[in-house]
C-alpha cells in the first residue's frame, strides 16, 4: 500500500552514513521536512554537509535518554544503516513513542548506469522496473520525448538533466550524453538515462550502452513501451489482426528507406509503421506507390500519442503527403500503412467510444 504524505515541518531522523542515505535524504529535504542524520561513524566536516541537514552522531543502542532526545520530537524515523541492536532499539523507542519507523536499502555505492525505456509520454506507461529505476536515480538525463513532467516526483531524489533532442536539433551531442553518463557513473552515481518508448527502438540505446561498458561501466537496460506499437493502439489500430496483417515493419523516416527496401516492403506485405517519418512522408509514400502499393490502402497519423492534445487523422496511403499539408500533421507522430487501419475506423462510434476514456484521449478523429 502505499500513501501520500505531506511532510513539510515535520522532523524525520536518518539512520545511515552519507552515502548510502543520501537520497532519502535529498527526497525529504525536497518535501520541505527537517532533516537530522544520525550517522553510525563521526560527523563529517562542514563542506562536506548537505544544507539545511542537522548532522549528529547515532546514539548507542544503551543510551535511552539520546536516542529520546533525538526521536521523541520527531514525526518519523529512517533506518538506512545502523548496527543491528541501534536499529532494534529504534523501532523499540519508536514503537513507545508512536513515531512511524521505516526501512530503507541503502543507496548503491558503486556507480551504475540504467537505460530506461520511458514509454510514450505518459507516466501510466511506465513500467514498474522504470520506476524503481528513477526513484533510486541520483541523477537522470532525459529526452524530449519521456515522460519528463512527472519527473520530479518520480525520481524525488535526483538531479534532472534535460539533454533534450529534438529531430535535427541536439543540443547537447550524443558524444557530451555519453561522456557525462560515464563520468558520474565513474563518481559513484547511479545515473538514469531516460529515453522515450523503448531505449532499443531507434534510441541510440545500444550506442550508450556499448560506450558505458567500453569505459567499464555498468549497465542495465530496462525496455519501454515503443511508440512503434502504443501509439497506433491509442488510436485503437492494431498492428496485426487475422486475416488482415499477420507481419509488420517499423521503418525510421529520419534516414527514409531505399527504393529498393521500399519495394521489399510492398513485396513483403503486412503493416508498416514509420516513426520520425512526417518529414520524409512524400518520398516513403512515392517509394512505396512506385513499387506497386495500391494508393487506397488505408493510412493513418497518430500526432502526440496519449497526451491530451493526440489527434488522429485517418485517410488512404495515397492522400497522405497532401493530409500532411492540408491538416499541418506535425512531429511527434506514427503513421501506420496497411489494412489494419480499417479495423479501427470499422466499428461504428469507435471514435466516441476511444474518446470516452481519458486514457485514449482522442481529440479529433477525421477520415479523410
Ligand atoms: N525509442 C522510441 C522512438 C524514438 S524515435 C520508441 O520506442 O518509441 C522518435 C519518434 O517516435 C517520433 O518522431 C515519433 O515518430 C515517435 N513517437 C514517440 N513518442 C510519440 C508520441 N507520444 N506520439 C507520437 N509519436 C511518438
Redesign the pocket.
Known amino acids: 500500500m502505499q500513501i501520500d504524505v505531506d511532510v513539510s515541518g515535520r522532523k524525520v531522523v536518518v539512520f545511515g552514513s552519507p552515502v548510502p542515505a543520501r537520497r532519502v535524504v535529498t527526497r525529504y529535504v525536497r518535501a520541505g521536512a527537517r532533516v537530522t542524520l544520525a550517522l553510525p561513524g563521526p560527523v563529517p566536516p562542514v563542506e562536506e554537509r548537505m544544507d539545511s541537514v542537522h548532522y549528529t552522531s547515532q546514539p548507542g543502542s544503551a543510551d535511552t535518554s539520546g536516542l529520546l532526545r533525538l526521536l521523541g520530537p520527531a514525526w518519523s524515523a529512517v533506518v538506512v544503516d545502523a548496527e543491528p541492536v541501534v536499529r532494534d532499539r529504534v523501532i523499540e523507542l519508536c514503537g513507545h513513542l508512536r513515531v512511524l519507523v521505516q526501512r530503507e536499502v541503502p543507496a548503491a555505492t558503486q556507480g551504475q548506469v540504467v537505460l530506461v525505456?520511458g514509454g510514450?509520454?505518459d507516466p501510466r506507461l511506465l513500467t514498474v522496473e522504470a520506476c524503481q529505476a528513477l526513484r533510486d536515480a541520483d541523477v537522470v538525463f532525459y529526452d524530449r520525448?519521456a515522460p519528463t513532467e512527472a519527473l520530479p516526483e518520480l525520481a524525488p531524489g535526483a538531479e534532472l538533466v534535460d539533454v533534450g533532442k529534438s529531430?535535427y536539433h541536439h543540443p547537447v551531442t550524443q558524444r557530451s550524453i555519453e561522456e557525462l553518463m560515464v563520468a558520474r557513473a565513474r563518481a559513484g552515481q547511479s545515473v538514469v538515462r531516460l529515453?522515450?518508448?523503448?531505449?532499443f527502438?531507434?534510441?541510440r540505446g545500444g550506442e550508450e550502452m556499448l560506450a558505458c561498458l567500453g569505459a567499464g561501466v555498468s549497465v542495465r537496460i530496462v525496455p519501454?513501451v515503443?511508440?512503434?506499437l502504443?501509439?497506433p493502439a491509442a488510436s485503437g489500430i492494431p498492428v496485426t489482426h487475422r486475416g488482415l496483417s499477420h507481419a509488420f515493419t517499423v521503418i525510421?523516416g529520419h534516414v527514409p528507406p531505399s527504393a529498393d527496401e521500399l519495394a521489399a516492403l510492398v513485396r513483403l506485405g503486412g503493416t508498416i509503421v514509420?516513426?520520425?517519418?512526417i518529414a520524409s512522408l512524400e518520398q516513403i509514400v512515392g517509394g512505396l506507390c512506385g513499387a506497386g502499393m495500391d494508393g487506397d490502402v488505408p493510412a493513418a497519423v497518430?500526432?502526440?500519442?496519449?497526451?491530451a492534445s493526440?489527434r488522429s487523422t485517418f485517410t488512404t496511403v495515397g492522400r497522405l503527403p497532401a493530409e500532411v499539408r492540408r491538416l499541418d500533421l506535425r512531429?511527434?507522430?506514427?503513421v501506420v500503412i496497411g489494412e489494419v487501419v480499417s479495423v479501427a475506423t470499422s466499428a461504428q462510434g469507435a471514435a466516441e467510444l476511444w474518446a470516452s476514456d481519458p486514457f485514449l484521449d482522442v481529440e479529433e478523429v477525421r477520415r479523410g
Request: charge should be neutral; avoid cysteine; glycine fraction near 22%.
Open positions: 525505456g510514450p509520454g520525448l529531430p529515453k522515450g518508448g523503448d531505449p527502438v531507434f534510441g519501454g515503443s511508440s512503434s502504443a501509439i525510421s514509420v516513426l520520425m517519418g497518430v500526432e502526440r500519442g496519449f497526451s493526440q512531429s511527434p507522430a506514427v
